[in-house]
């Protein structure tokens, strides 16, 4: 696996269960609702893996950076990629908080840049695509490609893997190779042993475990290199970031929002380094739509405060 952890961030990873809002809750409660981490030095016994707490997710204020993965937070995860559902009014919703946050809001994805353009049009957005190897670090600039490795021959052998195993499906993008096994997850045994001889085969790159997909990707790049790149640039800097993600491949960027003194948001269950969770993508959607409003979206020492508090 490439995610790389320090012995601090292990030390921080825990195991808790997500707490889905009922249809009550929802209605009375200013947001989604999470389920915190319990504390590095909990027991092992079975009561320590539940939540000790649960609150509200944190409102965004005028000066927070807003990073949103996109499927399994945007969306729901399905079995083909290309079915995904956008949910209605979306896009809209993303349009009006990066209009608000003066254009400090990215999507922080493992897919191509030509797919979040597609299942987003006509909206436009700062974008970190491939887990960050392709970038638009504005929505009116031009797309850069970090690494592009020469991927033909794993192109080549995967494909012929995956007509060989059915239900096997092989993504090529522009500096990754994706294998996803999501139809068939008895073969994941077989699917890690073979992308792991097709790393060893390739210079420069490393493997990258997601929720039913392997992918081989550039080494040193990742969610958390984009974040951290992003925060540097005049719209995001001097931020406080916000990262919302679902999977393994999004704790690099957990880790490095968290180190900044900001807040990462894992969807669903897992062991994690975010300090906050929600159970669903429609917590998440609905915690952006509460945000669009002025009511939410309040001052900027609002999400301080909040991260102060116990």
Same mark, same amino acid.
């Given at each position: ?22 249809? @009550? ?14 504390? @590095?030095? %909990? ?15 944190? %409102? ?17 995860? =399905? ?22 946050l003066g254009?400090?809001? %990215? ?21 970190? @695509? ?33 007509a060989a ?11 990754? =190779? @994706? ?19 097709? =790393? ?39 931020? =406080? ?31 994690t380094l ?37």
């Amino acid at each position: 696996m490439t995610l790389t952890l320090h012995a601090t961030d292990l030390g921080r990873l825990s195991v808790s269960h997500p707490v889905s809002a009922t249809s @009550a809750e929802v209605g009375a409660a200013p947001a989604a609702t999470f389920a915190a981490n319990q504390p @590095a030095d %909990a027991s092992s016994d079975s009561s320590a893996a539940e939540p000790r707490s649960s609150s509200a997710l944190p %409102a965004l204020h005028a000066h927070s950076a807003l990073f949103l993965d996109f499927d399994g937070t945007l969306v729901d995860l =399905v079995e083909d990629p290309d079915a995904v559902v956008v949910p209605s009014g979306l896009t809209t919703t993303l349009q009006k908080l990066h209009t608000r946050l003066g254009g400090a809001l %990215a999507v922080v994805s493992g897919r191509s840049l030509q797919d979040l353009d597609r299942f987003l049009e006509p909206l436009r957005l700062p974008l970190a @695509a491939e887990h960050g190897a392709q970038r638009r670090m504005a929505a009116a600039a031009d797309a850069i490609a970090l690494a592009c490795p020469d991927l033909r021959d794993v192109v080549r052998s995967a494909t012929v893997f995956a007509a060989a195993n059915p239900g096997l499906r092989v993504e090529s993008k522009r500096s990754a =190779v @994706a294998l996803h096994y999501r139809q068939a997850p008895h073969l994941q045994a077989e699917c890690i042993r073979f992308m792991t001889a097709a =790393v060893e085969a390739t210079a420069n790159v490393e493997l990258l475990h997601g929720k039913c997909v392997l992918e081989i990707k550039p080494s040193g790049i990742s969610k958390g290199t984009a974040i951290s790149d992003f925060m540097k640039l005049p719209a995001f800097k001097g931020r =406080v970031p916000v990262f919302a993600g679902d999977d393994t491949t999004d704790e690099s960027g957990f880790s490095v929002v968290e180190a900044l003194g900001g807040v990462g948001i894992k969807v669903g269950a897992g062991a994690t380094l975010a300090s906050r969770r929600c159970a669903f993508p429609s917590d998440i959607l609905r915690w952006l739509a509460q945000a669009e409003s002025d009511s939410v979206l309040g001052s900027a020492d609002s999400l301080q405060q909040q991260l102060a508090s116990p």
